[in-house]
């Protein structure tokens, strides 16, 4: 019995939730395909983007992020 707990909880753990939209991402792309690992790999650098843009806000004394912080 507790093995099949086990088992199903590890099933239920999600990857890390995505902040950019795949269905959106695909739309955008006009003339080629979108591979798998490119979500991911974009999501890491949207990730980037806002961490580098909520410290410059921070440094201004900011607490919103403007166009101007990317």
Same mark, same amino acid.
């Given at each position: 019995?507790?093995?099949?707990?086990?088992?199903?909880?590890?099933?239920?753990? #999600?990857?890390?939730?995505?902040? *950019?939209?795949? &269905?959106?991402?695909? !739309?955008?792309?006009? $003339?080629?395909?979108?591979?798998?690992?490119?979500?991911?790999?974009?999501? #890491?650098?949207?990730?980037?983007? *806002?961490?580098? &843009?909520?410290?410059? !806000?921070?440094?201004? $004394?900011?607490?919103?992020?403007?166009?101007?912080?990317?």
């Amino acid at each position: 019995m507790a093995a099949r707990r086990k088992k199903a909880a590890s099933r239920s753990r #999600k990857p890390a939730e995505l902040i *950019i939209s795949k &269905a959106r991402t695909k !739309a955008a792309v006009k $003339k080629c395909n979108v591979g798998g690992e490119f979500y991911e790999a974009l999501d #890491k650098v949207v990730r980037e983007l *806002i961490k580098d &843009a909520e410290g410059r !806000a921070i440094g201004n $004394k900011r607490k919103t992020l403007k166009a101007v912080d990317l």
